[in-house]
């Protein structure tokens, strides 16, 4: 097996079977794990836990996972925490909604545990290699900071859950190159992970709302780009 990982993993589902099948894969590939039945427990053990992943449920008593993972991307020590739905339910709309929250993966059950756990590690190799990047980016009145992953506008600071600061970020790092959606996919998201191009729209929409319209521009037909001017 190797050196074992560090993370800390919160499985959430309200089947038992589910939970003890998740946690006995995690525990063996050496992972910290704990696990909630609802949504409700999920915000709870997020905030005592402080996950590196959480593994979400979208149907679930009390607190569905949708609402779920809201709050817990609400939660300030959970900003670089990873949320990968688990689910049966295969409607677009709910990928999208997920998304719209702040889902960085949605797969579909039944589970493979086996390929599963290679989504989990594709999931950190990709999260530590983008930590050994330049940490800071500095554009006229904008600072946008990798190691704290925060954003300022005229020393305001704004709020940006992973994915929308992710997709900043990059597109800061390579400025006045024009990017399709595809391409904003592979680099955000990656290549093992299926997520509708609509998602990078909602995602640049939103980071428009709230550091302004005038960085990343929309090239008709192609895709975005981060002005330099």
Not at 15 to 23: A, C, Q, S, T, V
Request: proline content about 4%; aromatic content about 8%.
């Amino acid at each position: 097996m190797g050196n074992k990982p560090t993370q800390k993993v919160l499985v959430v589902d309200d089947e038992e079977p589910i939970l003890e099948l998740l946690k006995y894969n995690l525990e063996k590939q050496g992972y910290d794990v704990r696990t909630a039945a609802d949504g409700q427990q999920a915000v709870e053990q997020a905030k005592k836990f402080h996950p590196d992943l959480v593994l979400l449920d979208i149907m679930m008593p009390k607190m569905d996972g949708v609402e779920a993972c809201r709050q817990i991307r609400a939660i300030p020590e959970m900003v670089n925490t990873f949320v990968v739905f688990l689910t049966a339910r295969a409607e677009e709309y709910s990928e999208v909604a997920a998304f719209d929250v702040g889902a960085d993966d949605y797969i579909l059950k039944p589970i493979k545990p086996r390929a599963l756990m290679s989504r989990i590690s594709a999931l950190f190799r990709r999260d530590s290699k983008k930590k050994n990047t330049s940490s800071q980016i500095k554009i006229g009145d904008l600072v946008i900071d990798r190691t704290s992953y925060t954003v300022q506008i005229k020393g305001k600071e704004v709020s940006l859950p992973k994915k929308e600061f992710e997709l900043l970020f990059f597109l800061a790092q390579n400025p006045n190159k024009v990017f399709s959606r595809d391409d904003l996919l592979q680099n955000i998201w990656g290549s093992d992970v299926y997520v509708l191009a609509r998602t990078v729209d909602v995602h640049i929409r939103k980071v428009r709302e709230k550091i302004g319209d005038d960085y990343i521009t929309t090239v008709k037909g192609v895709g975005y780009k981060f002005n330099l001017s």
